[in-house]
């Protein structure tokens, strides 16, 4: 026989045998065993499927009245979390197309690829394991399986074609859109691909994705919403022809025990982020009052505090020298209830800017060596830091996450876990501590975050005091201070060098031997 018809014969062989898999998306869920709920099901047999309802009810509370026909080249879905987004709606109906879709011959060198683009690592990988979890669960896809790389694996089909599922990571001009051909392409909550570091443009990998689909895929556009800006919210106001865009609440496409216990919970806990996060609606992109004015007024008790053994207890501080004040605020944590019971403001003039040594100074007589550390942000953090440090007080930043303090004061009060006692601070004080919070304004940015504005007074001031107040709040409902680095050359830092081999050395005590063979 000869060489030719050997190798023809080998490549025959090695093929994998054929496996007839449902050409519906519906049939293959069930195929995999993957039981769908009744929103599911109707989002799918409409969107991926083409087809008409079988629950017309649910299907219009998902697509809306006017009901989409046949299959679009567009799928948009705005759904609270849990909805099946990126397991059932992205990752599955990925893998569903890599098997059945048809692929045109290619240039050589160039992959038939199903993309999912994600705005971080950890959803990116997540959404990896559901697909690859869904080739592992069949023999028959298994046995498909060419390679398995970090975020990638590669299947040939029966008819000997190759098909590659990628995941990557938003990236800034659509970069990571290019230089393939998709079988289909996914934006999973592409609501989050703006943020307040990096900016994606989300448009642009749309544009990116969808010059290079072939003939037959779908670009799938899914996402909790955020604000009322980017693709999402374009694609759910316009609702373009060749588009289907689904807009339903958690529980309209998962309705189950648990889930209407874990929307429950975060109702009661956070209403407005619940609305966002479970029922699905976008974030007004106006600026709003931040801080509800029953809350504040909830807050304010005459009666006296003093300090117990146990109490947590922690300074939150603002600092500024010239047009701002500079603040400070005690608070102690006693149970769940945060008790705001001492304070400062040192105010600046036109003609008498603060002093850091002295403003310092004064600080450290409200901490009363009640607690060794001031938290605040990083302005003026030169000035300051070693003038703290010559009184045996600690600098300790802010959240690195903007708005972080805010939200964790804001959910402590709407919860009756902050007391201010009025009769232990100046009234002058409260009244300006009052006024800025209750002027305090947040505004929703894209990418999932939060900026807060504070109005400013002619009096001076810039919301120094409502920085004190949450910085304190957030600082002691929170982790535990990192200690200080020794400084390079000291006792301490030898001890501390030592201490490090010393547990290096146990670790690796501590870990298998294993002999290499030969």
């Not at 026989?1 to 998306?25: C, G, H, N, Y």
């Not at 992109?285 to 029953?294: A, C, I, K, P, Q």
Request: charged share 25%.
């Amino acid at each position: 026989m000869r060489r030719e018809d050997l190798a023809a014969i080998a490549t025959i062989m090695s093929r994998p045998k054929r496996v007839d898999v449902p050409q519906s998306f519906l049939g293959f869920c069930s195929w995999l065993g993957v039981e769908l709920t009744p929103g599911q099901a109707e989002f799918a047999r409409v969107a991926y499927d083409g087809l008409e309802p079988v629950d017309r009810d649910l299907a219009v509370q998902i697509f809306g009245p006017d009901l989409p026909v046949g299959r679009r080249r567009v799928v948009a879905a705005v759904c609270g979390r849990r909805a099946g987004k990126s397991y059932v709606m992205v990752a599955l109906r990925l893998v569903h197309g890599m098997l059945v879709r048809d692929v045109p011959p290619l240039p050589p060198g160039i992959k038939a690829v199903a993309m999912i683009i994600a705005p971080r690592s950890n959803m990116r990988d997540e959404v990896f394991a559901y697909a690859l979890g869904a080739i592992e669960s069949k023999p028959e896809l298994r046995a498909m399986l060419v390679s398995t790389k970090a975020e990638t694996f590669t299947l040939r089909r029966p008819d000997g074609k190759r098909v590659t599922f990628e995941c990557g990571v938003a990236t800034a001009g659509g970069t990571a859109a290019r230089g393939r051909w998709f079988l289909d392409f996914a934006l999973d909550e592409c609501a989050f691909f703006r943020d307040n570091t990096f900016k994606v443009n989300d448009e642009e990998l749309y544009k990116a994705g969808r010059s290079v689909l072939l003939p037959g895929g779908q670009i799938l556009i899914t996402s909790t919403p955020w604000a009322e800006t980017g693709l999402l919210y374009r694609m759910w106001k316009t609702r373009p022809d060749n588009a289907h865009v689904a807009h339903a609440p958690t529980l309209v496409m998962n309705d189950n025990h648990i889930t209407r216990e874990i929307v429950h919970e975060a109702e009661e806990e956070d209403p407005d982020a619940a609305a966002r996060e479970f029922g699905a609606r976008f974030m007004t992109s106006g600026t709003t009052v931040f801080f509800e004015s029953s809350t504040l007024d909830a807050m304010l008790t005459p009666e006296p505090f003093a300090l117990q053994p146990g109490d947590i207890v922690g300074a939150g501080g603002d600092f500024g020298f010239k047009s701002d004040s500079s603040a400070l605020l005690m608070v102690a944590l006693r149970g769940k209830t945060l008790h705001v019971y001492a304070g400062t403001e040192e105010r600046p003039t036109p003609d008498a800017p603060l002093k850091p040594s002295r403003t310092v100074a004064r600080f450290v007589e409200v901490v009363d060596g009640k607690c060794d550390y001031v938290v605040a942000d990083g302005h003026h953090r030169a000035s300051i830091e070693e003038h703290l440090q010559e009184h045996g007080l600690v600098y300790c930043p802010a959240p690195q996450t903007p708005a972080e303090n805010y939200v964790c004061a804001r959910q402590k009060l709407r919860e009756g876990l902050v007391l201010v006692h009025t009769a232990q601070l100046d009234a002058d004080l409260v009244m300006r501590l009052l006024q800025q919070l209750r002027e305090t304004q947040g505004k929703p940015t894209a990418g999932g975050g939060m900026s807060i504005k504070h109005p400013r007074w002619a009096m001076g001031g810039h919301g120094d005091l409502a920085d004190a107040f949450t910085l304190a709040i957030w600082r002691v409902c929170g982790t535990p201070i990192a200690t200080p680095e020794p400084e390079p050359g000291t006792k301490e830092w030898a001890e501390a060098a030592r201490d490090r081999r010393l547990q290096s050395m146990r670790d690796k005590a501590d870990r298998p031997f294993w002999r290499r063979a030969g």
